[in-house]
Structure formats: structure tokens, C-alpha cells
């Protein structure tokens, strides 16, 4: 019987058992104490196991000794040994003879009714006939011991499923048909089930037999198929609570399963992304196709984006430069998922991608790009642009690449449209590179065609894309701009209706809001198109639903809310030729709005631009209701920041350290505590279009703090059925799952494990075997 867990086992039972014959003294070697198998005798008859006695010799030479007998001491004239045939022939049936018997011991105890006792002992007898004569896995095999084992792994025992394991580990260990045996039915699932349920010591085991099941190529396949087995197996090499020799098993079994391409790409997906990249680098062209096509779909964080642009950017650029189209392609959309991070950004600029980004762009001739690919081209192109990253990006608008651009423009479809113009906004948005834009633009005469792209209503990124660009233009181009506003093609009306959208200010909203500030203020024209459309009615509803605070957009309030104001200001200049503008200020009672708009402390622009207004509206007095009475005198030096104290800034936007976000996510999770209806609160949260920022939250980058509440209320909301179903159907959310499953702490891992068995990543194994203690 074993004296602990995991203690040390002799290969002989010496104590009496019903059915075991006895051991006879003869048998033990004097040196080892146990029972030989090649049994050799000394010139002095005296008798040891060969290796013993090879290795008392060696020892005598090392020291300086003459060999010498190590019972009697006598020394010996020679090293010769004879083998002892009858004696090793006698033993051989003897122990014949024992392992049946321990074999049929076992056969009677191992079943889950008998005393834990009986069955260690009946394991223990298992391992030692293994251990001892390897010939006698075929008869455990033959015997059906195997399948017997297996059910000991239902024991409510701890110690028996542990003992269990680490039996079947010696039982199968280079024996492939055994493994076949052990892995028919749902064995592997449940060593699967092992790895998150057992103990640290049945989790040992059952890794190590995994990974002895993972040396037959056959089981890999096995293993992979069973749900949730490389998630946990990845999260186990990634673990800091495990101990070494875990870490060490795990990483071996994936070792062994790379294999396979379909389980490297698994892997890939759960956070394992080197074996992939390996493939990519070193695999047959077939193989690199596939790795690259793979990379191109997965979900990576940007410190995964970072890592495959050093480690496969070079030859992802190269495969873009093959002639073979598929590998340009699945190099393509492979640069496209990795471009969209600053610093994997900078590593594909260094390594050589604008060149040949340009020249699949612009090229035309034998093997060509199609549109759909020069598309992915252009997505990288403007992810590279837009970054943030200050290269030079003179190449860029050299050689008539802007004229090449806006032609492509004017002459592909919306979604290639949008890429290319997401370029120009990148290119006007650096002061080298904006004036060789502006150039091409008026040459050209692009304004036109540029400005149409307003009233685009089927794509709202199409439209936010050229609005941007507009808004980049006008301080170089106002009076083009303001020309091509004008008349009846409606875009001025177009952009009025997207500043007064009853949504959270958008980007799309304070980049109109600029683009119509930055046109001449003076524009009679223009400024009268304006009053027709009711631009000013509506601004002046923004400007106050901000001020009172019933308009809110965190990262785009102050650039729009400064738009409105300037825009809102030029109605001033057009006292002398327009009555209507006039009418508008008595009527809506503008000058006291301005004197408000005064207090903006921090402001700078805002105050200077209504200074300029009340100094407008004050030449115009005569014809306008009674000004509102003026701060007092020693107000007047808010008007400039430099000259008053500075405002102290109270809040904080989620820029800066997440404050607000984290107390955004403190208010919401009280919706799905303990105790409530948590559907209900889910229900609430979806009217509200919550569930969406959420994710978001979940998915960016991200505190600790943040990633603990998001993880714990993204669980409670994947509750329901419905909507884990969708969610499951997004790899970034599976993904940061995935890392917080791996990486976070303690008690958000298994919130984490709870969300992943939600959406089907890891399997729910409860009611699948006996209720365990």
C-alpha cells in the first residue's frame, strides 16, 4: 500500500499477500536490495544484479582499490562474471508467477464500491509490474486493467483519481496501443476537465499524461478536438500560481501538437502566437499561405500587433512583393490587422512597406491588384498615415502621388473612397506635407467632387473621412471651400443637419462645426445661404444645450462647442446688408449669450471670438433690444486667461487615468449585483446601448481596475442567452477573455473562465461525471 501521495515505490512487495508467493532470499541482490533480474556470481560463488556489482567495480578503480568482493572483501583475481541462468530463469518464473497474481488482486479490487485501501494497493501493484518487466503492459492490456483504471478517475477520492493517473502514466508510457485504448471514449475529455477541477497534484498528473498522450501524432488531433483543452493548456504555461514542472509539462503537450496547422492556429487564437509565426517563417509555401491567411483574421492586442511586425514583418513585405497573388493577398490583409497600432506601425515603416503599399496603389499593368486588394492597400496606407507617428511623409506627396490619389478617388467605390481620403487626412494633418495637398487640390480642381462627399448618407465613414479632410483644408482653402458650399447642391444643408444630430457630440460633429468656423466670416453670401437653411436657429440650440449641460460628448465637447461659437458669430458681420440677421439676434436674444460665453474660463478662443461679437452686436445697438447689463469692470480681464487666474480643471476625461470610465462602470454595475434580477438589469443596460461601451471597455487598452469590474459585468451580462450568443461571434471580446483568463489576477481568472464557458470557449463539465468531493 502506498504510504503517501506520491511517495516512492519499491519494485517488490516483501510483505505476505494472499496469492503472492514469498520472496526467497536468494533472489535479493546483496547491493541493491531488491530483486534481480540478471543475476551474475563472482569467482567466490557470491551472486549480485550485473549493473550493481559493473558498478562496485568502477568504484574500486576510481579509488585505487584492487576489486574485491563487497560482502566477503576478498579480493578477486578476476573481473569475469558468469551469468546465473537457472538462478535468473527461476526468479523470471517467479515473478511470472507474482504479477498474475497481483494482476487478479487487481482485477478484484479495482471497482469504485471497495475500500479506498484495496484499490491504492491494487494501482500500486499495476505500477510495479509495469515498471518492473516492460513485457507486462501487454498483459494489463490484455486483461482490460486499463478500462478499469479509467473508472478509478470517477472516484470521489481525491488521492484514488491522483493515484489513478499517474497508473495509467506508467501503463501507457511508450506503448501506443494502450494510449489508442486510454483514449477511446471521453478519457481525454476528462483529463481536460482535470486541468481547472483537480488539485494541484491531480492537475500534475494529468497534464503529464497528456502530455505522454501528445507524443502520438494520432492523439494530438484528439486532444485539440476536445473544448476548452488548448485554452487551458495555453493558460497553464502562461500561469505564475502553478508550479514548474506544470508549466514544463503543458508547454511540452503544445509542443507536441504543433504538429498539426489547424491546432497551431487554435493555439494562435488563445494567445500562443509563436508557433504560428515559426510556420509562417520557416513553412513550405502552402504553409506560410496558410499562416499568413490566418494571422490576416485573428484578433491580436497591440503588444501582439508590436511582436508580429518585428518577428514576420519582413517576410509578410516580401509575400506583398511575390507575384503570387493569394500570398500578396494574405500578406495583405495580415499587414492590414497590425498596421493599426502606433508601434507596430513604426516597425513596418522601418522595414521597407510604404514602397511597395504605393506602388500596388498606383501600379497598372501585368498583375495588377484588383480594387478589392487595392483597398486592404490603402487601409494600410492610411493606418500608417494616421498614427500619429512623425515620419517623413514627404515620399508620400512627391513624384504626382496626390494627383494619383485624388484620381483614384474620382474613380473607384466607397469603400476604396474612404481609405484614400482617410490618406489625405493623415497627409493634412502634418504642416510639411498639407501645402503639396492643397496644391494638387486646387490644380486639379478637386474641391468640387471633394465636397460632394458630404451628402454621402449610405456610409457614414465615407462621409466622416471626407469631412475631416475639409475641416484639415479650410484655413488654406476657405474662400474654394466657401464657393463650393454655396448654391443648390445642398451639401451647406448637409452639414448643417449633421452638427444639429440629437446624438453624444461625435467626431463627425465638431469636425463640421470647424470645417464651417474656418470659412470667411464675412461671406455674405454664404451667410445668408445659412440663415435659409436655419443653420443659425440650430447652433444656437447646441451652443445652449452644452452650456446648461443637457448636451454632453467628453473627447469632442470643446473643439465642437468652439465651432458652433464662431459659426455662430459671423451672423455679426452681416448687420449692414441683412435684416433677417438682425431679426435673429433681438429675437433669440444673442448678446446676452456672448456676455456668458465670456466666462468660458479656459477658453481662450471662445472668449476672443465673443468679445469680437459683443463688439459687432454693440455698432448695431440701436436696432437691437436693450443689451443685457455687462459683468463689472474688473471682470473684464477673464476675457484673457494670461490675465486671470487660472481655472482649475475638477474632472478628468478618460484620457486622463480613466477616472470618470471607472466611475461610469462603478454606477452601471450596480444594475447586476447580487440579489437583483439580472436580466432585468442587462435589459436596462441594452435600451441604454450599454452593453456596447462595455465591451469596448473590456476590449481597449486598459487599467487593472478597469479590467476587473469590465470582466466581473461582462460575465453577469453573458448570462443571457441571447446575447452570449452574439458576443460569441466577436474575437476581440473572446480575446480579452482570453487574456484575462490568463493574465489577471486570481479571482478575475475565474470570473473570466465563468464568461468564457458563456459563449462556449471552455466547456461547462458539471453533470458529466459523479459529483466529486
Known amino acids: ?90 526468479i523470471q518464473e517467479w515473478r511470472s508467477r507474482n ?43 490484455n486483461s482490460q486493467l486499463i478500462r478499469m483504471i479509467i473508472d478509478m478517475l470517477k472516484s470521489n477520492s481525491h488521492k484514488v483519481r491522483y493515484k489513478a493517473l499517474q497508473t495509467l502514466q506508467v501503463v501507457v508510457e511508450e506503448d501506443e496501443e494502450s494510449k489508442l485504448i486510454l483514449a477511446e471514449g471521453d478519457t481525454v475529455r476528462t483529463l481536460v476537465k482535470f486541468l481547472s477541477h483537480e488539485p494541484s497534484k ?21 486532444i485539440g478536438s476536445i473544448n476548452g483543452a488548448l485554452i487551458l493548456l495555453v493558460g497553464l504555461t502562461s500561469s505564475n500560481s502553478v508550479n514548474v514542472s506544470v508549466v514544463e509539462k503543458a508547454d511540452k503537450t503544445l509542443e507536441n501538437m ?8 487554435q493555439m494562435a487564437s488563445y494567445g500562443r502566437l509563436q508557433p504560428l509565426l515559426e510556420k509562417l517563417l520557416e513553412g513550405s509555401p502552402e504553409t506560410k499561405l496558410s499562416m499568413a491567411s490566418f494571422l490576416g483574421e485573428l484578433a491580436l492586442n497591440n503588444d501582439m500587433k508590436v511582436h508580429v511586425a518585428q518577428t514576420v514583418g519582413s517576410s509578410l513585405v516580401d509575400l506583398m512583393r511575390s507575384g503570387d497573388m493569394p500570398q500578396r493577398e494574405a500578406a495583405l490583409r495580415a499587414l492590414n490587422k497590425i498596421s493599426s497600432f502606433e508601434g507596430s506601425a513604426k516597425v513596418l515603416i522601418s522595414i521597407g512597406i510604404l514602397s511597395p503599399l504605393i506602388k500596388d496603389l498606383f501600379y497598372i499593368g501585368p498583375n495588377n491588384l484588383p480594387i478589392r486588394l487595392k483597398e486592404v492597400s490603402a487601409t494600410i496606407l492610411a493606418n500608417i498615415v494616421n498614427i500619429g507617428y512623425d515620419f517623413d511623409k514627404a515620399t508620400l506627396v512627391s513624384e504626382n502621388r496626390v494627383e494619383n490619389l485624388l484620381y483614384l478617388i474620382s474613380n473607384t467605390g466607397p469603400a476604396i473612397q474612404c481609405k484614400l481620403l482617410e490618406v489625405l487626412v493623415g497627409l493634412t494633418g502634418c504642416p510639411k506635407t498639407i501645402i503639396h495637398v492643397v496644391s494638387a487640390i486646387k490644380t486639379s480642381g478637386a474641391i468640387i467632387s471633394l465636397v460632394q462627399f458630404v451628402e454621402v448618407r449610405e456610409n457614414d465613414d465615407l462621409r466622416l473621412a471626407c469631412i475631416k479632410l475639409l475641416h484639415n483644408l479650410s484655413p488654406l482653402m476657405s474662400e474654394e471651400l466657401a464657393n463650393a458650399l ?28 470647424g470645417l464651417l468656423a474656418e470659412l470667411p466670416e464675412r461671406d455674405l453670401g454664404l451667410t445668408r445661404e445659412m440663415l435659409g437653411v436655419g443653420a443659425f436657429e440650430k447652433i444656437i440650440s447646441k451652443v445652449i444645450g452644452i452650456r446648461q449641460g443637457e448636451i454632453k460628448g467628453m473627447r469632442f465637447e470643446r473643439n465642437f462647442l468652439e465651432g458652433l461659437v464662431r459659426i455662430l458669430a ?59 447689463d455687462l459683468p463689472p469692470p474688473n471682470y473684464c480681464g477673464s476675457i484673457f486667461s494670461c490675465m486671470s487666474k487660472p481655472h482649475v480643471v475638477t474632472g478628468l476625461c478618460k484620457i486622463h487615468r480613466g477616472i470618470l470610465v471607472e466611475a ?70 473572446s480575446a480579452a477573455l482570453v487574456d484575462a483568463f490568463q493574465n489577471a489576477d486570481f479571482r478575475t481568472r475565474q470570473v473570466a473562465e465563468n464568461a468564457l464557458k458563456h459563449i462556449d470557449k471552455i466547456p461547462n463539465f458539471s453533470g458529466i461525471f459523479p459529483t466529486m468531493a
Open 1 to 90: 500500500m502506498d504510504g503517501s501521495w506520491d511517495g516512492n515505490e519499491s519494485d517488490d512487495s516483501s510483505h505476505f499477500e494472499r496469492g503472492v508467493d514469498h520472496i526467497y532470499e536468494a533472489f535479493i541482490c546483496p547491493l541493491t536490495k531488491q530483486v534481480m533480474h540478471d543475476p551474475v556470481t563472482l569467482e567466490n560463488g557470491r551472486t549480485f544484479e550485473r549493473e550493481a556489482i559493473e558498478k562496485w567495480f568502477m568504484e574500486c578503480r576510481d579509488s585505487g582499490r584492487p576489486p574485491s568482493c563487497p560482502i566477503t572483501s576478498q579480493e578477486l583475481s578476476s573481473l569475469d562474471v558468469s551469468p546465473s541462468i537457472a538462478l535468473r530463469n527461476t
Open 99 to 141: 504479477d498474475a497474481a497481483k494482476l487478479d488482486i487487481a482485477r478484484q479490487s479495482l471497482f469504485l464500491g471497495n475500500a479506498e485501501t484495496d484499490i491504492l494497493q491494487a494501482l500500486m501493484h499495476v505500477r510495479q509490474i509495469c515498471r518492473s518487466i516492460r513485457s507486462n503492459r501487454q498483459g494489463v492490456r
Open 202 to 222: 491531480g492537475r500534475e498528473a494529468a497534464v503529464s499524461l497528456l502530455c505522454e498522450l501528445s507524443k502520438s501524432e494520432a492523439l494530438c488531433e484528439k
Open 258 to 265: 504543433e504538429r498539426s496547422e489547424e491546432i497551431v492556429k
Open 486 to 513: 454655396r448654391g443648390t447642391a445642398g451639401q451647406l444643408g448637409s452639414l448643417v443637419a449633421i452638427i444639429s444630430e440629437k446624438t453624444p457630440i461625435s467626431e463627425e460633429q465638431a469636425a463640421a462645426a
Open 570 to 628: 459671423r451672423i455679426t458681420f452681416a448687420f449692414n446688408n441683412e435684416p433677417r440677421a438682425v431679426n435673429f439676434c433681438r429675437e433669440y436674444n444673442v448678446a446676452s449669450l456672448f456676455i456668458h460665453l465670456l466666462q468660458s474660463n479656459g477658453q481662450d478662443n471662445i472668449q476672443m471670438v465673443s468679445a469680437m461679437a459683443l463688439e459687432n452686436l454693440s455698432l448695431e445697438s440701436i436696432n437691437l433690444s436693450r443689451m443685457p
Open 664 to 733: 461610469s462602470l462603478a454606477a452601471l454595475s450596480s444594475l447586476l449585483g447580487d440579489g437583483l434580477d439580472v436580466e432585468k438589469g442587462v435589459k436596462i443596460l441594452d435600451d441604454a446601448d450599454g452593453i456596447r461601451h462595455i465591451l469596448n471597455v473590456l476590449t481597449k487598452n486598459r487599467t487593472e481596475k478597469l479590467t476587473r469590474r469590465a470582466v466581473w459585468m461582462v460575465e453577469r451580462i453573458l448570462r443571457i442567452e441571447e446575447i452570449a450568443r452574439e458576443v460569441a461571434e466577436e474575437p476581440n471580446v
